[in-house]
């Protein structure tokens, strides 16, 4: 099993940055991926971006990217959501989620932090 936490949501004005993390913990060794996703009230939940363990890559949804930034704190299982320019659209439960398998589904989810963008 693994266990995820998030942390760093808030409410901020539009064009602040903000940063979320997730803190991984229990079987991380068998984790391959990690993603962000979120959901706003009334909507489906979205894909923000990924990154592969492995080597670091990260993948990001057309909606964040060239604003949001996915890194990993190597020292311990964390990653961070580095959220810059943010837009009253971008209000969401943000999750994170961890994958054992490169093809397969997220296995692990977080609880959730919330981030409000005011304009």
């Known amino acids: 099993q693994v266990q995820l936490v998030e942390s760093g949501g808030g409410s901020v004005q539009t064009g602040d940055s903000l940063r979320l993390s997730c803190a991984a913990s229990g079987r991380t060794f068998g984790v391959v991926q990690m993603g962000w996703f979120r959901q706003a009230p009334g909507k489906e939940r979205e894909f923000i971006g990924a990154?592969?363990?492995?080597?670091?890559?990260?993948a990001y949804a057309d909606s964040v990217r060239g604003r949001f930034t996915i890194s990993r704190v190597n020292a311990n299982d964390t990653i961070n959501l580095q959220m810059n320019s943010l837009k009253p659209e971008d209000t969401a439960l943000y999750y994170c989620?961890?994958?054992?398998?490169?093809?397969?589904?997220?296995?692990?989810w977080g609880h959730g932090t919330q981030v409000t963008v005011s304009s």
């Open positions: 990154i592969t363990w492995r080597n670091g890559n990260a």
């Open positions: 989620a961890a994958k054992t398998t490169d093809w397969g589904e997220y296995d692990y």
